[in-house]
């Protein structure tokens, strides 16, 4: 297999080498000359192609865009084309993210015909690339555009296949060979390509602003294309109180925008591994900078919250639900524990249609409850869905502001055309402006915006802990080795992990009124460590909590942003094992997937007198709520059993 392998790489050199010969072709080297990117023109036509190392990625892959009257940039070349080629760094404090400092280096390339051209970045973990217009019109229409990715050879991928375009982004993932992946699946960005010696390659896009982010589609071998849903042309409202959105009709164009502008990135990362590729900043380095002059209002925080755990607190002589006793307590709950905000979820709004964002139900006195909050130091975030928070946006978030709310939850956008897209930003912007921070639900994974606009917190984009309240047939916990490699790439992701009702494989069953998590107990405090989320969600009830004091002590006490990561080791669906320092404290968390293991780390960089460690317990093969904590002397190294379904946390003092 290894020979028929190499005679088919030979194949392929000299295939481009007949393909390049004579034609115009420019290099593009990372700082570390590991990564190279060859564009060339073809027939009139501009291709790249990239390898990492010995390593052959993409053979020659198209890049076009066809904007209105037929000109379509990226073919019938002329032969004046002009090129600059340079080097660059990008430094950027980066407050709410997994390290508190970013400092990468790339060489740039930008091809440039006329009125267009093709920006290529090269970091030495990733190609990213980009379309450049200079038209003077101050209307102009992209009708489609065509991104190629020609992998070298028939390399398995692990991806998440979709509904259709009008979707929440939410499913497990499937592994395959490129070349049995139907053409008729709709795929996500954040596709994840295992190379040969262990090397891995992620695609996706970045910096998306007013225009539509990408799908992927398989058009048959091993080539990816992306695909653009079009500009809506026709919706109606629909579920409960109407609040929801659904394109009827599509324009025959993706955007409507400007002649002068940046496109989004078409990005590949490469990396040497799978654990490089979760410690990857090339994403960030390809944001828009920061548009708020000043961040220090933003509140990063964790959340106490009721959905998912229905309101069933125990103990209390009041009738739990949508009332002002339950959210007294929910708040009490978070100010003697250090919880920053709680979060109302659905059904504190007066159901009507049209839905009217500012009138509540009898059951809730909010502004009582705002001043409860302040005076407690706690928070409140408000849900909402997005057709009634976007149809008053302005009213709707300057008098909830007035009153002391600390910000929202907007739910249910479930498409990623360009409307949508242009919504987010404007709810992110108009929020900042009166200091509000947002969590997206039901909306399309992160593209950047959270670098532009960091009152953004966070993104749901993901099927999380709250798919299994009431479904017996999800393998959440393999799902969840995948996540990290995949989703979470691209920023932070909303899982709202947390929950104290655990089961094994064998014991899980859905229950909406007391929900559990699939896996041990440890599993889900780890999780608040390997998952990034500046605003992370306490999921299960106060009362279940306080029940489980050790518990509720870490996930009270760890960060939601961080100094440095550093990922410890890590393989796709199988384990990761995530270290981050915030501050002079370090925290480790590691995750298995239904296989028990034993691992040794190595954590001597970490400085320490004391390590407290949560542990799988014996009998969490039988029992996933057993758990134990002990406190040892550190070593700089740490030894853990991790069960079926299992994880571990642990604290390095």
Not at 383 to 401: G, H, K, N, T
Not at 462 to 473: I, P, Q, R
Not at 549 to 578: N, S
Request: glycine fraction near 8%; charge should be neutral; aromatic fraction near 12%.
């Amino acid at each position: 297999m290894k020979a028929n392998r190499w005679v088919l790489m030979v194949c392929m050199a000299c295939l481009c080498h007949v393909l390049w010969a004579g034609q115009r072709s420019w290099s593009v080297l990372s700082p570390d000359k590991q990564l190279k990117a060859d564009v060339f023109i073809e027939k009139e036509q501009v291709y790249f192609t990239l390898s990492h190392g010995q390593t052959q990625v993409l053979l020659p892959s198209r890049a076009a865009m066809r904007i209105q009257r037929g000109t379509v940039l990226g073919e019938n070349v002329s032969r004046s084309v002009k090129t600059k080629q340079g080097s660059a760094r990008v430094t950027r404090d980066t407050p709410f993210y997994r390290k508190s400092q970013v400092d990468e280096a790339y060489t740039w390339f930008l091809l440039q015909d006329r009125k267009w051209g093709i920006e290529f970045r090269v970091f030495n973990g990733g190609m990213a690339y980009r379309f450049v217009t200079q038209f003077k019109d101050d209307s102009l229409y992209v009708e489609d555009e065509r991104n190629e990715f020609c992998f070298a050879a028939d390399f398995e991928m692990c991806y998440l296949p979709l509904r259709g375009m009008d979707t929440d982004f939410q499913g497990l993932y499937k592994q395959a060979k490129l070349s049995s992946i139907s053409a008729d699946e709709m795929i996500a960005p954040q596709c994840l390509v295992r190379l040969d010696d262990g090397k891995c390659a992620l695609v996706t896009d970045f910096n998306v602003r007013d225009y539509p982010t990408m799908f992927m589609q398989s058009v048959g071998g091993n080539i990816l294309h992306g695909y653009y849903p079009k500009y809506p042309k026709k919706e109606e409202a629909f579920g409960k109180n109407m609040t929801r959105s659904r394109v009827l009709e599509r324009q025959d164009y993706l955007a409507h925008s400007i002649g002068k502008r940046t496109y989004p990135w078409r990005v590949v990362l490469v990396t040497g591994s799978e654990a490089e590729l979760l410690d990857s900043d090339v994403l960030c380095c390809l944001a828009d900078p920061c548009e708020l002059k000043d961040v220090s209002w933003i509140r990063p925080g964790k959340a106490s919250w009721e959905w998912w755990n229905a309101c069933n607190l125990t103990g209390v002589d009041f009738k739990t639900g949508v009332n002002n006793e339950t959210y007294k307590y929910f708040i009490d709950f978070a100010s003697q524990h250090g919880i920053e905000y709680i979060l109302m979820d659905e059904g504190w709004t007066l159901r009507q249609q049209p839905m009217d964002l500012l009138r509540t139900i009898p059951e809730i006195d909010l502004p009582m409850l705002v001043n409860y909050g302040k005076e407690k130091g706690v928070g409140i975030i408000l849900w909402s869905d997005y057709l009634p928070f976007d149809a008053d946006m302005e009213r709707v978030v300057r008098e909830y502001a007035q009153m002391g709310v600390k910000g929202f939850k907007i739910d249910h956008m479930n498409r990623n055309d360009q409307k949508v897209v242009k919504f987010a930003e404007r709810a992110a912007k108009l929020c900042a402006r009166y200091h509000m921070i947002v969590d997206f639900h039901g909306v399309f994974p992160p593209t950047g915006l959270q670098f532009t606009y960091p009152n953004v917190l966070n993104y749901e984009a993901v099927l999380g802990l709250e798919a299994v309240k009431g479904k017996k047939e999800l393998d959440l916990v393999t799902h969840e080795c995948i996540v990290p490699f995949t989703r979470q790439v691209v920023g932070p992701i909303d899982y709202t992990q947390g929950a104290m009702r655990n089961a094994t494989k064998d014991g899980y069953f859905g229950n909406r009124i007391q929900p559990m998590s699939q896996g041990t107990r440890c599993r889900q405090l780890a999780e608040y460590v390997v998952f990034e989320s500046p605003f992370n969600m306490l999921c299960d009830s106060p009362t279940q909590y306080e029940a489980n004091p050790q518990c509720l002590d870490f996930i009270a006490e760890v960060p939601v942003v961080w100094d440095e990561t550093k990922v410890l080791r890590a393989e796709l669906g199988k384990f990761i094992i995530v270290a981050r320092r915030k501050g002079t404290v370090w925290y480790v968390g590691g995750i298995t997937d239904w296989d028990e293991r034993e691992i040794d780390l190595d954590v001597s960089f970490m400085k320490g007198r004391e390590v407290k460690v949560y542990r799988d317990g014996v009998n969490a093969d039988k029992n996933a709520e057993d758990f134990r904590v002990e406190n040892i002397p550190f070593s700089g190294k740490l030894q853990v059993h991790l069960a079926s379904g299992g994880g571990f946390a642990a604290v390095v003092m």
